[in-house]
């Protein structure tokens, strides 16, 4: 077997990660050797490979549920914004400069790297699972499209198309959607797929069956909702999928604020201290709500500078100064950890040539143009080896204090930074810090000591093929890949307003 298949979403949302996600582990399942693929993700949640290039933290998971080593071919652009006008561009792992609203279109220009990029996963495994990104009925970036329609067509890869049932009005979008493409664009999508429904299926039975006859597309399954957290989040900045964790398993819980900034990247650094039984996760949006907190972290950023002004904008500053005058723990990291310090000289990120810290941790940050993307590790005192991986522009020098992690990152008493991502991914590493952290704040919270972040993961994407395979038509989908774009071509859908109106005299 040798094909692709491309999985669209109705809208940002609709279930597109997911559904690749469930069909790379079901395929391997099956003995198919099968690799993800998205040609563009626009994307604060990312992370570094071992061949040391930037890809979206979605890929990597879809390419754990494949069971292959992620690699920058999965995710050939990624788009990280800084603004809401401008985006950095990441072509094949590394930067390639700014892309704002003029530069936009131009884009367009990436749709042969990208389709090679695919191609060559294609040589090397018996299926490729593709992803769309937001919708294809943006039909105003048609022209530039590298991801959607505009790839499949270039690359000759049928596509499905997903659509959300919970947030209501499926049918309407699922039609609409194709009834906004051109004839090309249509051919290229195949079938539609229903994701996160409740209840009974018996119940949809009439709406499908309309459904097909009005589209000329079958309708491959129907997904029910996955109960829990989704794996490794394209992208959270408003971070309303957290979720409290496991039930403690002593009589106190430690409470974990992060605030909530603006442009917050690598959030999923967040995600194995939601998991842990005992620990509250809450996001932060004003400075009154770290009281309670037993620790306030500032995570990663991509605009740490704007960030920065943010945060003294709503009177963050003077709240965390008096945090760390009364020993209350803050932690920072990577743009968090550059905030902390004593002054950010920038001219890569912002304009601003030199701007003054918070001042409580004794380092000093200087933006490079050149990005350090890496994948470090430490071997500590007690034997234990530590891993995280860098991404970052600002250099950061420390000027006094002790590392928090061997060598690296900076404490200063209560307060404490690193540039390392994945930090907590750590299990016994993660487990000492919480143990001195409930110490240190009088709280009998017990640590689990046989937690491990990799197993949950693993148990999610496990639970995600399930689904699939118990609720989704895979074998008619293999048969869709096989064949690709040949054969019957399903029959176009029209708008409503595209069909012959009625003369005046024939309305009465």
């Not at 626009?42 to 992370?47: G, T």
């Not at 004593?342 to 990120?349: P, Q, T």
Request: aromatic share 4%; proline share 5%.
């Amino acid at each position: 077997m040798s094909g692709s298949l491309l999985v669209l979403g109705t809208s940002s949302g609709a279930g597109k990660s997911t559904v690749v996600t469930g069909l790379c582990r079901s395929l391997r399942r099956r003995g198919i050797a099968v690799a993800p693929f998205k040609a563009q993700n626009m994307s604060l949640n990312s992370y570094v490979t071992s061949e040391n290039g930037e890809m979206g933290r979605a890929q990597v998971v879809q390419a754990r549920a494949a069971r292959v080593e992620p690699e920058v071919r999965m995710n050939p652009v990624l788009l990280k914004p800084g603004s809401d006008v401008a985006s950095q561009l990441v072509v094949l792992g590394q930067p390639a400069g700014e892309l704002d609203g003029e530069r936009w279109r131009a884009k367009g220009d990436l749709l042969e790297l990208v389709v090679e990029a695919h191609d060559d996963l294609r040589r090397r495994f018996d299926v490729v699972i593709c992803e769309g990104a937001g919708s294809p009925a943006e039909i105003n970036l048609r022209a530039s499209d590298i991801v959607n329609l505009g790839f499949a067509a270039a690359a000759r890869v049928p596509a499905i198309l997903v659509g959300d049932i919970d947030r209501g009005g499926v049918f309407a979008s699922l039609v609409g959607t194709l009834a906004v493409l051109d004839g090309a664009d249509q051919d290229l999508v195949r079938g539609i797929v229903i994701n996160k429904f409740r209840g009974t299926r018996s119940l949809l039975e009439g709406g499908l069956d309309r459904l097909t006859s009005m589209t000329d597309r079958p309708v491959f399954g129907v997904l029910p909702v996955l109960a829990g957290r989704e794996v490794d989040t394209e992208d959270m900045t408003d971070f309303s999928s957290w979720a409290d964790g496991p039930a403690p398993l002593g009589d106190d819980v430690l409470v974990i604020g992060v605030v909530a900034l603006p442009r917050a990247s690598n959030l999923t650094d967040l995600d194995p201290l939601i998991d842990e039984p005992g620990v509250i996760v809450r996001a932060l949006h004003r400075p009154e709500a770290m009281a309670g907190c037993d620790l306030v972290i500032l995570p990663g950023t991509r605009a740490t500078v704007s960030d920065l002004g943010w945060l003294r904008a709503r009177g963050f500053d003077v709240a965390l100064a008096r945090r760390a005058a009364s020993g209350a723990p803050i932690m920072g990291i990577c743009g968090g950890y550059q905030m902390l310090g004593r002054e950010i000289v920038d001219g890569i990120e912002s304009a601003s040539e030199r701007v003054d810290g918070l001042g409580l941790l004794t380092v000093r940050t200087e933006f490079a143009a050149r990005k350090v993307l890496a994948r470090p590790s430490a071997r500590l005192a007690n034997g234990t080896t530590v891993t995280g991986y860098q991404i970052h522009h600002g250099v950061v020098t420390r000027e006094a204090g002790e590392g928090l992690v061997g060598d690296e990152g900076c404490v200063v008493g209560a307060v404490s930074g690193t540039t390392w991502h994945g930090l907590f991914e750590n299990d016994e590493w993660r487990r000492t810090f919480l143990t001195e952290l409930a110490r240190a704040r009088g709280k009998r919270v017990v640590v689990s000591p046989s937690t491990c972040f990799e197993d949950r993961r693993e148990a999610r994407i496990e639970a995600l093929a399930d689904l699939v395979d118990e609720h989704l038509d895979v074998g008619a989908l293999l048969t869709l890949v096989e064949r690709g774009v040949s054969g019957r071509r399903p029959a176009r859908v029209q708008l409503a307003l595209d069909a012959p109106q009625p003369s005046p005299s024939e309305r009465q």
